[in-house]
C-alpha cells in the first residue's frame, strides 16, 4: 500500500524529474515526511514566488520542466505572479499546492484558497485532484500538457486527504492521449511552399524571431536558413540569443527599445517573415503602421496567436523546427546558381541596413569618471565572451543587458518578457545554476527589484549556488523614473530610492562575499575576482544617477519614430 504522497513523488522520479524547488506547509506535510526517500533534489527558497521563479529559470535553462512544491492557502497563493510569468513566456511549469481535505474545501477553512480558480486564467490548464486513483494519470497529463504545443504552466492541487490516502497498485502511464487537445507539430508543405515563393519573390525580407524559436530548439535551423540566403535577422527580447548576436546578418532587438536598424528595417522590409513571435504591443509599436509595405508571414504553433494582433498574410501553423527543416530542405533543391542570383538581389537591401548600423549604432557618452551601466554590461560580455547564462530583473538593467550583451547562445538569456516582474531575475538565477552547476550564472538588477527576493541570498549560501549578482544602482525605479523624465516634466513621485542597505553587509549577513564599486576603472577587476569565487557574489556598482535607455519608442507612436537621446 501506498500513500498518495508516496504515488506523487514516484511519478516523479518516473518523470525525469531530479529538482524541486518548494516551500513546506501543513498540508504538505506528508509529502515532505516522505521526501528524503527519493532520488529528488529538493531546493528549500525562502518565499513560495521564488519557488516558481526558480523553476521557471530551471525550465528556460535546461529545456525541461520545472517543478515547485508549496503548501495551501497563501503558500499557494504567492505563487501566481511566478505562474503568470511563465504563462506569460509560455515556460513548462508544474506547480504542486497543497490544498485542506476535500470535505473541508468550501468552508474556510485554516490555510484554504480556491488557488485553481486563481489561477484559471493564467495556467495553461489545472487540476483539483480529488481521489487518490487519479493522481498518477493527472501527473502524466500535467507534464505533458505543460511541455507540449504552446508551453506553459500547469497547476495540481493536492488536497491533504488525497496524500493521505493509499492504494494498493497503480499505474503510470507511459503515454497520455487527449482527445481535446492535439498540438499541430507538422506544418502544412502546401503553406510552407507559400512562404519559399514569398521569400523568393521579396527584394527586402526580414526574418523577425521569438521565444518560440528557442523553445522548440530551432536555432540551428534558423542559423542556416538565414546564412543560406543572407535574410537579415531581428529578434523579440524573448528570442535573444536563438541567432548569434555577434552575426553579421543579426540587427538586434526590435521594439520599443530595439535597434535603429531593426525598427527601420521592419518599417521598410517588403517581407516579414516572423517565427514564433507574436506581435506583442513592445514590439509593434503603432500597429497602424507596423511593417507598412511588407507581406507578412506567421509561423507558430499556438493558432490563436496568428493574426491575433496583426492580420497576417500566409499562416503556419505548426512547430518552428518543423517548419525551418522544411524550409532548408526545399532550399536545398535549388540550386546554387539561384541562391547566389537571390543573394545578388538583397544587394542595396543590405548596404541600407549597413549604412543604418554604422550611423545609428547602440551608444552612449562614455568620457566620464562616472560608472555608466552600459560599461558594465560591456565589460561582463567581454569578459565571458557570451559564454554565460544572463538573468535580468525588470527595468533599465533588463534592457541595457539586452542591447549591450550579445548573446550567442539559446537558453542563456532569462528576462521576463511579457509580464515584467520585477524580481524574477535572482531567483530564475537560482534555478538555472542548478541546472547548469558548471555555468557562470550572473543576475544583472536594478537596486530596486533586487530587494524584492533579497531573501534568497539564503538559498544561494545554504546550496553554495555560486549566482553572481550585479546591482545597477542608480538609486532610483530607473525605468519608472526615465518615463517622469520624458514624459511628466520631470515630476519623480515616489521613485527616488531615499533609504538602501549597504549591499556589502548584506552579503557578509548572509554568509556570502560583496564588493561596492563606485570606480570606472575598477570595474573589470572586481568582475574578474568575483567570477573567480566559487560563492555567491553581490556587487554593487554605484552608476550614474540618471542614464536613460534609448533608442525608446513613446508608447503608442510607431517603431520608426525613436528617441535617439
Known amino acids: 500500500m501506498k500513500t498518495g504522497a508516496e504515488i506523487l513523488l514516484e511519478c516523479l522520479e518516473k518523470e525525469g524529474v531530479r529538482h524541486i524547488f518548494g516551500y513546506p506547509g501543513g498540508a504538505v506535510l506528508n509529502i515532505y515526511d516522505v521526501l528524503p526517500n527519493y532520488n529528488l533534489n529538493h531546493i528549500l527558497v525562502r518565499h513560495e514566488q521564488a519557488a516558481v521563479h526558480a523553476?521557471?529559470?530551471?525550465?528556460?535553462?535546461?529545456?525541461?520542466?520545472?517543478?515547485?512544491?508549496?503548501?495551501?492557502?497563501?503558500?499557494?497563493?504567492?505563487?501566481?505572479?511566478?505562474?503568470?510569468?511563465?504563462?506569460?513566456?509560455?515556460?513548462p511549469l508544474v506547480v504542486f499546492t497543497g490544498q485542506v481535505p476535500t470535505k473541508l474545501i468550501g468552508n474556510d477553512a485554516f490555510q484554504e484558497a480556491d488557488i485553481v480558480g486563481i489561477t484559471r486564467p493564467c495556467t495553461k490548464h489545472n487540476y483539483l485532484v480529488k481521489n487518490v486513483k487519479d493522481l498518477p494519470r493527472i501527473i502524466k497529463e500535467a507534464f505533458y500538457i505543460a511541455n507540449s504545443g504552446r508551453k506553459g504552466p500547469v497547476l495540481v492541487d493536492l488536497p491533504k486527504d488525497v496524500l493521505i490516502s493509499k492504494m494498493k497498485n497503480y499505474e503510470y502511464p507511459e503515454n497520455i492521449v487527449i482527445e481535446s487537445y492535439k498540438p499541430t507539430y507538422s506544418c502544412n508543405i502546401k503553406q510552407i511552399k507559400r512562404v519559399l515563393n514569398a521569400i523568393c519573390q521579396a527584394k527586402r525580407p526580414v526574418l523577425y524571431i521569438g521565444g518560440g524559436v528557442i523553445l522548440s530548439d530551432a536555432s540551428e535551423e534558423l542559423y542556416k536558413f538565414a546564412k543560406k540566403l543572407t535574410i537579415p535577422v531581428t529578434s523579440t527580447l524573448m528570442g535573444l540569443g536563438a541567432y548569434p548576436g555577434t552575426d553579421e546578418l543579426f540587427l538586434g532587438m526590435l521594439g520599443m527599445h530595439g535597434t535603429y536598424s531593426a525598427n527601420m528595417a521592419v518599417t521598410e522590409c517588403d517581407l516579414l517573415i516572423a517565427i514564433g513571435a507574436r506581435f506583442d504591443d513592445r514590439v509593434t509599436g503603432k500597429i497602424e503602421e507596423f511593417a507598412p509595405s511588407a507581406k507578412i508571414i506567421h509561423i507558430d504553433i499556438d493558432p490563436t496567436s496568428i493574426s491575433k494582433n496583426v492580420i497576417v498574410d500566409i499562416p503556419v501553423v505548426g512547430d518552428a523546427k518543423d517548419a525551418l527543416k522544411k524550409l532548408n530542405n526545399l532550399l536545398d533543391e535549388i540550386s546554387e546558381d539561384e541562391i547566389k542570383k537571390y543573394i545578388k538581389k538583397l544587394e542595396s537591401w543590405h548596404k541600407k541596413i549597413d549604412n543604418w548600423k554604422v550611423t545609428h549604432k547602440l551608444s552612449y557618452d562614455n568620457n566620464t569618471n562616472k560608472i555608466k551601466p552600459q560599461y558594465v554590461i560591456e565589460t561582463i560580455y567581454n569578459l565571458t565572451k557570451g559564454d554565460a547564462i544572463i538573468s535580468t530583473e525588470v527595468g533599465q538593467n533588463q534592457m541595457w543587458a539586452a542591447q549591450f550583451y550579445k548573446f550567442v547562445k539559446p537558453r542563456t538569456f532569462l528576462t521576463s518578457g511579457g509580464l515584467g516582474t520585477m524580481g524574477y531575475g535572482f531567483p530564475a538565477a537560482i534555478g538555472a545554476q542548478v541546472a547548469n552547476p558548471d555555468k557562470l550564472v550572473i543576475d544583472i538588477a536594478g537596486d530596486g527589484s533586487i530587494q524584492m527576493n533579497i531573501q534568497e541570498m539564503a538559498t544561494v549560501v545554504q546550496y553554495n549556488l555560486p549566482v553572481k549578482i550585479v546591482i545597477l544602482n542608480n538609486s532610483y525605479l530607473g525605468m519608472v523614473r526615465q518615463w517622469q523624465q520624458l514624459f511628466f516634466n520631470r515630476n519623480y513621485s515616489q521613485t527616488k530610492m531615499v533609504a538602501q542597505p549597504d549591499f556589502v553587509k548584506l552579503a557578509e549577513a548572509y554568509g556570502s562575499v560583496g564588493y561596492t564599486v563606485d570606480k570606472k576603472e575598477d570595474v573589470e577587476n572586481v568582475l574578474k575576482e568575483a567570477f573567480s569565487i566559487k560563492k555567491p557574489v553581490i556587487i554593487d556598482f554605484k552608476v550614474e544617477e540618471e542614464e536613460n535607455v534609448y533608442p525608446m519608442v513613446p508608447a503608442g507612436e510607431p517603431i520608426n519614430k525613436m528617441l535617439l537621446v
Do not use: E, F
Not at 55 to 65: E, L
Open 55 to 91: 523553476a521557471d529559470g530551471y525550465a528556460r535553462s535546461s529545456g525541461k520542466v520545472g517543478v515547485a512544491l508549496v503548501t495551501s492557502g497563501p503558500g499557494a497563493t504567492n505563487t501566481v505572479t511566478g505562474i503568470a510569468t511563465a504563462y506569460m513566456d509560455s515556460v
